[in-house]
């Protein structure tokens, strides 16, 4: 089954910095463009970021709110991809959901989501 | 920076038709994308590039583009249906989300 599993929510207080992963099964992340997606509560969807596979030339872009702060990695032998969150704010506060991004004809769309984790910034 | 707008709600009766638009500067000149968010669950995609549908993705949904506005229609609308939807494009190789549209079904 083509799966991805977010881990390392929980609760970080406003400055700090907090790393979430993204494991991916059933297929292989290498072949894919990974996105980040987050969702405040009770709010919409916000697309953060993403990293390109190596054959895209494995480079990435940001939102505005997120750029010079969150950095997406990845290590593909191991099936798992990163969001380094730091400086953190409380305005993000949100469900982090990964997404496997496949190159379309003329952009990209997101497939297949993970169930998501939770990062709430507060003191 | 770009932005995609939606109306808040659609409401619409079982077995009829539901149309959710999506309007943003020269959208139809970009790939639309559209993604159904029942509550606690994740977002799933029904629509890619304005009107092809994902494999599994009922036939009642469908999609179009043109001019400025995108939309999705779901035909024959089912209670299973009602969810947040949401519109998506890329502007110069950022995501952008629409505002969401939640649609009841009465």
């Known amino acids: 089954e083509v799966q991805l599993v977010e881990s390392g929510g929980g609760l970080v207080q406003p400055g700090r910095s907090v790393r979430l992963a993204c494991t991916a099964s059933?297929?292989?992340?290498?072949?894919?463009?990974l996105s980040w997606v987050r969702q405040a509560p009770g709010k919409g969807l916000e697309w953060v970021g993403f990293l390109r596979r190596k054959g895209y030339g494995g480079t990435t872009e940001y939102a505005a709110s997120v750029k010079g702060r969150f950095t997406v990695s990845r290590d593909d032998s191991k099936g798992i991809a990163y969001l380094q969150m730091n400086s953190q704010k409380t305005e993000d506060t949100a469900v982090y959901y990964c997404?496997?991004?496949?190159?379309?004809?003329?952009?990209?769309?997101?497939?297949?989501w993970g169930k998501g984790t939770t990062v709430t910034v507060s003191s | 920076s770009y932005e995609v707008t939606q109306p808040p709600s659609v409401s619409v009766s079982p077995g009829q038709t539901a149309s959710i638009t999506c309007s943003g500067d020269?959208?139809?000149?970009?790939?639309s994308y559209w993604y159904q968010q029942k509550p606690g669950q994740s977002p799933v995609l029904v629509i890619y590039?304005?009107?092809k549908r994902p494999s599994g993705i009922p036939e009642r949904f469908s999609g179009s583009s043109s001019g400025n506005t995108a939309t999705l229609t779901i035909s024959g609308t089912q209670a299973m249906d009602e969810a947040d939807y949401y519109c998506?494009?890329?502007?110069?190789?950022?995501?952008?989300f629409g505002t969401g549209t939640k649609v009841t079904v009465l």
């Open positions: 998506q494009a890329w502007d110069s190789s950022l995501g952008v």
């Open positions: 059933g297929f292989t992340l290498g072949d894919y463009t």
């Open positions: 590039e304005d009107t």
């Open positions: 997404t496997r991004t496949v190159e379309g004809v003329l952009d990209y769309y997101m497939d297949v």
């Open positions: 020269n959208l139809g000149e970009k790939f």
